[in-house]
């Protein structure tokens, strides 16, 4: 009887563990499509939060088609490391609505073409990445190929990632297709915009983001830009601007002012803050900035790594932005030293011609001193002659 009752405990116990392995194992592969056999399907911590996701990475694929299978539950697409040039329309299928969708992730796909009808039913997507892209929005050989709806149907995007998204077209096409996204999208909830490492040099239209209502922080680090109309980000609560490793090279004061304006208008909700690490900065037009660092409420974020440049020939020299008010401060006590020096100097030698012009007089009055002075002299010569 204890035995046939062990016997049927020790069964049990394997028998679940055994089923308990399925289903983890069915758990990464709940796909539920021969078409995304190549994909892992499951519940994931992504940028750290849980979704159920269709993770589609390095899948070698060569178009999109398979992702109208994706399950109805699916929270966040992960298609990446694949080489997909032109995204079909209706990408998730027609019939359904991805009410549950909130992330897509198509970062590193050789991405050239998104047709304006490509992303259906997305109304609850918060993010879309689309980094390392070779995305076009028009083609200057054709112009009737213009698609600046790409991101017409994400009514709910909060954070929008294109980092190093387009292909190396002109600053000033670039320029356009910005502004005519962010026209025709009303992107009105997204507040976190990327575009790193896009080659833009210039904004066209300097007031491209005012389209993007909500937007409070802005990534353009790793750019080629040389000036930032600062005045036109007024249209927008800025609590973040991310300038890094661009070419800026000098700040005015107008640059400086506008800065604190935007502080102004952000302070109502939080401070902002700028990076302007790594740019080119010239030490000869920096004091002002320095001195502007000292007395801003606007956060400069690396700000004791900061470095201007000094040209000297064809030597350029890094010094650090802090160290130039110093070496200021330092040649003002340098040349307040040498005033005073000169000051002593004059002072003595006015006192040493007085002297001699009134030797006469100073000898009389003096001569009772200067004999009890020199008969001590004498005496102590005595005495250290005797000893
Ligand atoms: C997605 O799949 C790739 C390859 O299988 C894996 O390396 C990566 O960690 C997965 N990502 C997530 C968020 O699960
Ligand atoms: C999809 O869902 C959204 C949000 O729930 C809703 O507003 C929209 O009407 C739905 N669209 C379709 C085609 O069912
Ligand atoms: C800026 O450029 C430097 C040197 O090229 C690089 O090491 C650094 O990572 C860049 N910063 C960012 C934020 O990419």
């Known amino acids: 009887m204890f035995k046939s009752t062990m016997n049927f405990l020790l069964c049990s116990i394997i028998f679940s563990t055994f089923l308990s392995i399925t289903a983890s194992v069915h758990a990464h592969n709940r796909c539920k499509s021969e078409k995304l056999a190549k994909c892992v399907c499951g519940n994931v911590y992504y940028v750290e939060t849980p979704y159920y996701m269709v993770n589609c990475t390095n899948t070698g694929f060569t178009d999109a088609s398979?992702?109208?299978?994706?399950?109805?539950?699916?929270e966040a697409v992960l298609f990446t490391g694949n080489r997909v040039e032109s995204l079909p329309e209706n990408i998730f299928g027609e019939e359904k609505n991805f009410t549950k969708l909130r992330l897509i992730d198509m970062s590193n796909n050789g991405i050239r073409d998104i047709p304006g009808k490509t992303f259906h039913h997305v109304p609850n997507v918060e993010m879309l990445i689309l980094n390392h892209n070779n995305i076009k929005?028009?083609?200057?050989?054709?112009?009737?190929?213009?698609?600046?709806?790409v991101f017409s149907n994400f009514i709910n995007l909060r954070e929008l990632h294109l980092t190093n998204a387009f292909a190396d077209n002109t600053d000033e096409q670039l320029a356009n297709d910005l502004h005519d996204?962010?026209?025709?999208?009303?992107?009105?909830?997204?507040?976190?915009?990327?575009?790193?490492?896009?080659e833009i040099r210039y904004f066209k239209d300097t007031k491209v983001f005012c389209n993007l209502p909500s937007l409070t922080q802005l990534y353009l680090g790793n750019n080629l830009i040389s000036h930032v109309d600062f005045e036109s980000f007024k249209c927008l609560k800025l609590q973040f601007l991310d300038l890094q490793n661009n070419s800026i090279t000098e700040l005015s004061n107008t640059d400086l002012e506008a800065l604190d304006a935007l502080e102004d208008i952000a302070m109502k909700e939080r401070t902002m803050s700028v990076d302007l690490n790594g740019n080119p900065l010239k030490c000869s037009t920096s004091l002002n900035f320095h001195n502007w660092l000292q007395k801003t409420n606007v956060v400069i974020r690396h700000e004791k790594e900061l470095q201007c440049y000094v040209t000297i020939g064809n030597m350029r020299r890094a010094v650090n932005l802090n160290t130039?008010?110093?070496?200021?401060?330092?040649?003002?006590?340098?040349?307040?030293?040498?005033?005073?020096?000169?000051?002593?100097?004059?002072?003595?030698?006015?006192?040493?011609?007085?002297?001699?012009?009134?030797?006469?007089?100073?000898?009389?009055?003096?001569?009772?001193?200067?004999?009890?002075v020199s008969r001590k002299v004498q005496y102590t010569t005595i005495e250290s002659q005797i000893v």
């Open 66 to 74: 398979m992702l109208r299978e994706i399950p109805f539950d699916t």
């Open 137 to 149: 929005i028009s083609y200057d050989e054709d112009k009737t190929y213009h698609h600046p709806r």
């Open 181 to 198: 996204i962010f026209d025709k999208s009303h992107l009105t909830n997204v507040f976190r915009l990327h575009l790193e490492q896009n």
């Open 324 to 372: 130039i008010g110093e070496t200021k401060r330092a040649k003002l006590s340098n040349a307040i030293t040498v005033l005073l020096v000169t000051l002593g100097l004059v002072l003595v030698s006015l006192v040493a011609a007085y002297g001699y012009l009134n030797r006469a007089r100073l000898r009389n009055r003096m001569s009772p001193i200067l004999d009890v």
